[in-house]
C-alpha cells in the first residue's frame, strides 16, 4: 500500500492531524514519534490505548477514527495482549473493519518477533533495530510524508528511544509482563514534573508485595528519555544505600575518594548544580529507616523517586499509595501469564488472592508453567489452606491463601527440580534483597557441605535451578557490572523480594535449613577481605554485613567467621558507620554473650570496638561504664591479662577526658603509656597509640609544649615504623599541628598541615572523619595566621560537609559551628553567628550538662556576642561564669581560664568596673607568663588589655611600657601585619574566643 506524498510550494507536505496510539509501554516511542512529525510541521495527538476487554474491538477502533487525520499504530507482539483478548479476535478485526479503513490507519512495528498475520494489511515500518535518522526516514515514508528543508527545533527534544541515558545506573530488567497501573504512573510523572526545583521527591508507599519496585522500575524504563542520568539505589540496608548512591560519583566522574562519606557529598553538590547533568532520576527502593534522610536525599533540577512501607516520609516528599490491582488489571495480568485460562477463571483467582500483585505473580507463574486448570488449582489452595494454615503470613494485610500457594509451588520442586529446591534455601539464609548468590561460585574450595557441593561443580545444574526459580517468579537476576560487559557465573547476583524471602523461609522446613546457614556463613567468611582499615575493602564490607545475621554468623564458634563478624564492625568504626555499627554490636553481643565467657578474646575484642563506636558516636558515659565493667572483670578474673587491661584503661582514658575529667585521664594514661613500653616495646602499635593518647591529656590538661614534645617524638617514631602514609602517622601528623597552633606558632603550623591534609585526602578520602579532623586543624591554622581572607567560605563548606558525615548534634560538628560562628561575629554576620552559638552551646549542654568544662567555656562566645550587640551588662556576667566555672574545674592557670579572664577584664572595663579589671589583668598576665610564655599571643594579648585599663586609671607610664612590650611581642611572633598586631596598635580591645575541644 503506498500513500501519495502531496508536496506545497517549499517541498514539504501540507500538514496533517496524526493520532498516534500506543499502549502504555510504548510510551517513550510514542514521544519520540510526535516529536518527529511536529519537527516536519505536523500536528499529533498521543493517545494511551488499552481498549476495554468487554468493549468490542471494532467499537474500540471505531472510535479512533473519531478523530481528525489519520491513526498511527505503535506495535509490537505486546500490542496485541491489550485486553487481553483471543487472537482470533484481533485477525477478525484487522482483516475486516481495519482493512476497510486501511486509507487512515497507519502502523510502525518496534519488534523483531512474530506478529499476528492479519497485522501485514496495516504494513507496518519496522523501526527495530536501526538508528535514529533511519527510523525517522521510514515514518515519514509509511505515512508519505516529505521532509521539511528546514525542520523545526523542539523546545523540549525528546530522546531517540534506543538510545540509552548518559548514565544509567543497575536499574532493574524491566518486566515484560508489566500490567496496568498506566494511571497511576502518569499521576507520578506529573507531580514529579509539577513539583518546585530542589523539591521534586515522591514516595511511592504501600505494604510489601504491593508492587512498588515494579511501578519504580517501570517509571523509569517508561520515562527514561526525560532524563540524562537514572540511578537506582537499593536502600534496605543503610551501609548498602550510601555506597551505592555514593558510587554515582564515579559514573559523573568526580573527583572524589572511595569513602562513602565524600562520595555522597560530591554526588549531591553535582545533582544540585545540575553539573554535568541536569535532568535526573535517583530511585531509593526500599527505604523504610528514615533516620538521615535529610543529609542523603539529593535536590536540585532532577527528580528522586523512593519506595517504601514507612508512612513517616508524608513529613518530608509528596506521598502516592500504591493501592492492589483494580480487577481488570488483575484479570489481565493472570490471562497473559497463563493463556489457556478464561477471564471468569481469572477473575475467581484474583479474588482469592485479593488483587495483590506479589501473590498473583505467583499464581500466574504457577498456572502458566503447569498448565493447571483454575479448578484444580483452586481447589487445592484452599483445601491447603483450611488444613494447615491457621495464620496470615504478615500482619500487612497480606492473604492467606498465597501460602498455601507457594506451598504448592515448594512440593512441585521438592518432586521435579530438588536442586533449585537447594539454592532457594540457599537464598533465604542470606537477607532479602540483592543477594551475592555468585559467592558460591567465586569460592570453589570452601568447605561447602557435602550436598552442596554440585553448585560448585555442575554449572549447567547451578544454571536450570537458577532458570527454574526465576521462571517461576522465585527470584529475578540482578547481575551487577557495567553495562554491555558480559558477568561471569562468580559475579552473580539475585533478587529475593522481602515477603517471598519470609513466606520460604517459614515453609522450606528445618532439616536443611542448618546446612545452608552454614554454608552461606563460610562463603561470607571467605568473601572477608582481611582488612576493614582499607577503604577500598569498604564497598564489600558493606555487601556482606546485612546477610551475616541471617546466616547464623553471630551464632558461629567457629573463630574465621567470628573475625568476619568483628571486621565488619571495624568496618563500621573505619568508615563513620557509628549508628549502623552500634545497632550491630548490640545484636553480636546479644548472641555471643550467651556462647562466649565475657573476658574470652572475641568478647574482650567487641568490647573494645562497641566502646569506639559509643565514644566516635558522643556516648561518652556508656562508653566509660562498658570498659570500666569489663576491667573490675579482669581484675577479679583468676588468671592475669595484662594486655586486656591496659586496652580497656586506654579506652577508659579516652572516655574520661570527652567527660571532662582531665585529670584523672591522665593519670590513668600514663600508666598505660608505662605498661604498654614494658611489657611490648617502645614501638609496638598499642604503645604508640597509647603516646598518643597521652599527648590528647596534655593539651586538654593546657600543656600545649609538653603536648607538642611527646606528639612530635611519637610522629617520628611512628614515621619510622608505620610509614609515613600509615592512618596512624597521619592522625600524629595533624597532632602536632594543632600543638603548634595551640602555642601560638601559626605560620608554621599551617605550613606543616597543609601537606598533612593532602596526603589524608590521598589515603583516606576527603570526607573520612579523621580527613574532616586534619582539614578542621588546616582551616583554623589559616583563620589564625590572619592572612587568609578567603577562609570563611571554606568553614561554611568544611561545616556542611562535617554536618553531612556526623549529623548537626555531634561533637565534632558542635565544635565548627562554634569555630564559624565566632568567625562570623568578628567579620560582621552577628544575626548568623549568634544562631550559630547558640545552636552550639545547646548542643553541648544536652551532650556534655552544663558542668563540662567545654559547655562552660562557651558561656565566654555567648559573651563575645551580647558585647558585640552593645549587651554589655549580660555579657560581663556571661564571662564571670565562665571564668569561675572554669578555674573551680580546671584550676587558675589553665589556658581556658586565662583566656575567660581576659575576656571579664574588658567586660569590667566597659562596665565601668576599671579597679577590678586592673586587678584582674595583672593576676592574668602573671599567670599566663608562668603557664604560657612570655611570648605567647594569649600572653601579649593580656599585657595590651591591662595597659589599656592602666591607662584608664592614669598609671601612663605602667600602660606605656606594657603596651610597648606587648606590641614588640606581637611584631616578632605574629608579623607586624597580623590582625592581632594591627588592632594593639590601634588600641583595639584584644579578646579571646573559646575553641571547644573534646580530645
Not at 498521543?46 to 474500540?60: A, F, G, K
Not at 521539511?148 to 548514565?167: A, E
Not at 611512628?718 to 592522625?731: A, Y
Not at 578542621?776 to 592572612?787: A, F, K, N, S, Y
Amino acid at each position: 500500500m503506498t500513500e501519495q506524498r502531496r508536496s506545497g510550494a517549499d517541498g514539504a507536505t501540507a500538514s496533517e492531524h496524526i493520532l498516534v496510539v500506543f499502549p502504555g509501554y510504548h510510551r517513550s516511542w510514542a514521544a519520540w514519534i510526535g516529536q518527529c512529525l511536529e519537527r516536519h510541521g505536523h500536528r499529533t495527538t498521543l493517545q494511551r490505548w488499552d481498549p476495554p476487554r468487554e468493549v468490542p474491538l471494532e467499537d474500540s477502533f471505531g472510535d479512533l477514527l473519531l478523530s481528525s487525520g489519520r491513526v498511527l499504530l505503535v506495535l509490537d507482539d505486546w500490542f496485541f495482549e491489550l485486553g487481553p483478548r483471543p487472537a482470533g479476535e484481533w485477525n477478525d478485526v484487522l482483516r475486516g473493519f481495519v482493512a476497510a479503513h486501511a486509507d487512515r490507519i497507519a502502523a510502525v512495528n518496534l519488534t523483531n518477533r512474530p506478529l499476528l498475520p492479519a497485522t501485514a494489511v496495516l504494513e507496518p515500518a519496522s523501526l527495530w533495530g536501526i538508528g535514529e535518522e533511519g527510523a525517522e526516514e521510514r515514518l515519514l515514508t509509511r505515512l508519505g510524508l516529505n521532509r521539511l528543508r528546514t525542520p523545526r527545533t523542539p523546545s523540549t527534544p525528546v530522546r531517540y528511544p534506543d538510545t540509552r541515558c548518559d548514565v544509567w545506573g543497575e536499574v532493574p530488567h524491566r518486566n515484560p509482563r508489566f500490567t496496568g497501573r498506566d494511571d497511576l504512573l502518569t499521576t507520578l510523572h506529573q507531580r514529579l514534573a509539577d513539583a518546585e526545583r530542589g523539591a521534586a521527591v515522591c514516595t511511592l508507599l504501600g505494604m510489601s508485595g504491593i508492587g512498588k519496585t515494579q511501578l519504580a522500575t517501570e517509571y523509569a524504563h517508561r520515562f527514561s528519555t526525560d532524563y540524562d542520568v537514572v540511578w537506582w539505589v537499593n536502600s534496605d540496608d543503610r551501609n548498602i544505600q550510601r555506597d551505592r548512591f555514593g558510587e554515582l560519583a564515579v559514573e559523573l566522574g568526580l573527583r572524589s575518594g572511595s569513602e562513602p562519606g565524600e562520595r555522597i557529598r560530591a554526588v549531591r553538590n553535582a545533582l544540585r548544580r545540575g553539573d554535568p547533568h541536569a535532568k535526573w532520576l535517583i530511585v531509593f527502593d526500599g527505604w523504610d529507616d528514615t533516620a538521615g534522610a535529610d543529609t542523603l536525599l539529593p535536590q536540585g533540577a532532577g527528580h528522586v523517586l523512593v519506595t517504601s512501607r514507612n508512612r513517616g516520609w508524608s513529613e518530608r516528599a509528596d506521598v502516592l499509595e500504591v493501592p492492589a490491582f483494580v480487577r481488570a488489571e488483575s484479570v489481565g495480568y493472570l490471562m497473559r501469564r497463563a493463556g489457556h485460562i478464561t477471564a471468569a477463571e481469572a477473575d475467581e483467582v484474583a479474588a482469592e488472592f485479593g488483587d495483590v500483585p506479589l501473590p498473583l505473580v505467583q499464581a500466574a507463574s504457577w498456572l502458566g508453567e503447569s498448565r493447571m486448570e483454575v479448578p484444580e488449582y483452586l481447589r487445592m489452595v484452599r483445601e491447603r489452606r483450611l488444613s494447615t494454615v491457621d495464620e496470615p503470613v504478615t500482619g500487612e494485610g497480606f492473604p492467606q491463601s498465597s501460602m498455601t500457594s507457594w506451598s504448592i509451588l515448594l512440593n512441585r520442586l521438592r518432586r521435579a527440580q530438588p536442586q533449585a529446591l537447594d539454592v532457594l534455601g540457599l537464598c533465604t539464609s542470606f537477607a532479602p534483597g540483592r543477594i551475592p548468590l555468585g559467592l558460591i561460585r567465586a569460592y570453589p574450595h570452601a568447605d561447602l557441605p557435602e550436598e552442596l557441593r554440585w553448585m560448585t561443580a555442575d554449572l549447567p545444574a547451578w544454571t536450570r535451578a537458577l532458570d527454574t526459580l526465576v521462571n517461576y517468579s522465585v527470584l529475578t537476576r540482578e547481575t551487577r557490572g557495567p553495562v554491555g560487559v558480559e558477568m561471569g557465573p562468580h559475579q552473580e547476583s539475585v533478587h529475593m523480594h522481602r515477603l517471598v524471602h519470609d513466606i520460604i523461609t517459614k515453609l522450606i522446613g528445618t532439616d536443611s535449613r542448618e546446612t545452608h546457614r552454614r554454608a552461606v556463613r563460610t562463603l561470607l567468611a571467605e568473601a572477608d577481605p582481611g582488612n576493614p582499615l582499607d577503604s577500598r575493602n569498604w564497598p564489600r564490607y558493606a555487601e556482606l554485613l546485612p546477610h551475616l545475621e541471617p546466616s547464623g554468623a553471630f551464632d558461629s564458634t567457629r573463630p574465621r567467621v567470628q573475625e568476619a563478624v568483628l571486621n565488619s564492625l571495624r568496618y563500621c568504626v573505619r568508615s563513620g558507620e557509628y549508628t549502623t555499627g552500634l545497632a550491630l554490636a548490640q545484636r553480636i553481643r546479644d548472641r555471643w554473650s550467651q556462647l562466649l565467657a565475657p573476658l574470652t578474646q572475641p568478647m574482650l575484642d567487641l568490647t573494645a570496638q562497641e566502646s569506639n563506636l559509643m565514644q566516635a558516636g558522643g556516648r561518652f558515659r556508656e562508653a566509660y561504664d562498658l570498659d570500666r565493667s569489663v576491667l573490675e572483670r579482669l581484675r577479679a578474673a583468676s588468671g592475669s591479662n595484662t594486655i586486656a587491661e591496659l586496652v580497656t584503661q586506654d579506652s577508659m582514658a579516652n572516655s574520661l577526658r570527652s567527660l571532662g575529667r582531665y585529670d584523672e585521664a591522665y593519670r590513668l594514661q600514663q600508666q598505660v603509656l608505662d605498661g604498654t613500653a614494658e611489657l611490648l616495646g617502645a614501638h609496638e602499635p598499642t604503645t604508640l597509640r597509647a603516646r598518643h593518647n597521652l599527648g590528647v591529656s596534655l593539651r586538654l590538661l593546657g600543656r600545649y609544649r609538653d603536648a607538642y614534645e611527646l606528639n612530635l617524638e611519637n610522629l617520628g617514631t611512628r614515621e619510622s615504623v608505620l610509614r609515613v602514609r600509615h592512618i596512624s602517622t597521619l592522625n600524629s601528623a595533624s597532632a602536632v599541628t594543632h600543638d603548634l597552633r595551640l602555642l601560638g606558632r601559626y605560620r608554621e603550623a599551617m605550613a606543616r598541615q597543609e601537606p598533612v591534609v593532602r596526603l589524608h585526602v590521598q589515603v583516606l578520602g576527603a570526607q573520612h572523619p579523621q580527613t574532616l579532623g586534619a582539614r578542621t586543624h588546616l582551616v583554623m591554622c589559616r583563620r589564625r595566621e590572619g592572612g587568609y581572607q578567603d577562609v570563611g567560605p571554606s568553614m561554611e563548606s568544611l561545616l556542611e560537609e562535617l554536618a553531612q558525615v556526623h549529623g548537626r548534634e555531634h561533637y565534632r560538628t558542635l565544635n565548627f559551628l562554634t569555630n564559624y560562628g565566632n568567625y562570623l561575629r568578628e567579620h560582621g554576620d552577628l544575626s548568623q553567628a549568634r544562631e550559630l552559638i547558640e545552636e552550639a552551646e545547646a548542643g553541648y549542654r544536652a551532650l556534655l550538662g552544663p558542668a563540662h568544662p567545654v559547655a562552660t567555656g562557651m558561656l565566654a562566645n555567648t559573651g563575645l556576642i551580647m558585647q558585640a550587640a552593645g549587651e554589655r551588662a549580660e555579657a560581663m556576667s556571661m564571662f564571670e561564669s565562665a571564668l569561675a566555672g572554669l578555674t573551680a574545674t580546671l584550676g587558675p592557670d589553665h589556658p581556658w581560664v586565662l583566656g575567660c579572664a581576659l575576656c571579664a577584664t574588658g567586660a569590667r572595663n566597659f562596665n565601668g568596673r576599671i579597679a577590678d579589671a586592673v586587678e584582674l589583668g595583672r593576676d592574668t598576665v602573671r599567670r599566663a607568663q608562668r603557664s604560657l610564655g612570655g611570648e605567647h599571643p594569649l600572653t601579649l594579648s593580656c599585657q595590651v588589655a591591662l595597659a589599656a585599663d592602666l591607662r584608664a586609671v592614669r598609671e601612663h607610664e605602667e600602660a606605656g611600657k606594657l603596651e610597648e612590650d606587648g606590641l614588640l611581642g606581637l611584631t616578632r611572633t605574629l608579623g607586624a601585619q597580623h590582625p592581632h598586631t594591627l588592632s594593639a596598635r590601634q588600641r583595639t580591645r584584644p579578646y579571646w574566643d573559646f575553641e571547644p575541644y573534646l580530645g
